[in-house]
């Protein structure tokens, strides 16, 4: 019913920057708060970055200072600019939605398929 697609990952060098995207598209009534998630090889899934369809933002204190998290509710996209990137920060990146699809309706979760950042030199 939903889909969620990221986009903008890629390999950069220490101290650079990317802009990932999260499109959702689909059967959309409301999108309340959207999450990025991060998972490096051989560890779970960590909480990155979220943001209430208010705009309330919410790190992780690793990322605080370096990461920003942004949405346009019109295009239903979150974003997360990452800068002064490090080798630590090299994982795939998940957004997830939490979606009213229909009213009266439930909240759904929703997972998009990830992309990978790598920090390398």
């Known amino acids: 019913q939903v889909q969620l697609v990221e986009s903008g990952g890629g390999l950069v060098q220490p101290g650079g920057s990317l802009r990932l995207s999260c499109a959702a598209s689909?059967?959309?009534?409301?999108?309340?708060?959207m999450t990025w998630y991060r998972q490096a090889p051989g560890k779970q899934r960590e909480f990155v970055a979220g943001?209430?369809?208010?705009?309330?933002?919410n790190y992780v204190d690793s990322v605080k200072g370096r990461f920003t998290v942004s949405r346009d509710n019109a295009k239903n996209t979150v974003y997360l600019q990452l800068n002064s990137l490090k080798p630590e920060d090299t994982a795939v990146y998940y957004c997830?939605?939490?979606?009213?699809?229909?009213?009266?309706?439930?909240?759904?979760?929703?997972w998009g398929q990830g992309t990978q950042v790598t920090v390398s030199s």
């Open positions: 943001i209430t369809w208010g705009g309330i933002e």
């Open positions: 689909g059967k959309i009534f409301r999108i309340n708060d």
């Open positions: 997830s939605a939490q979606v009213v699809n229909v009213i009266p309706g439930p909240v759904v979760l929703y």
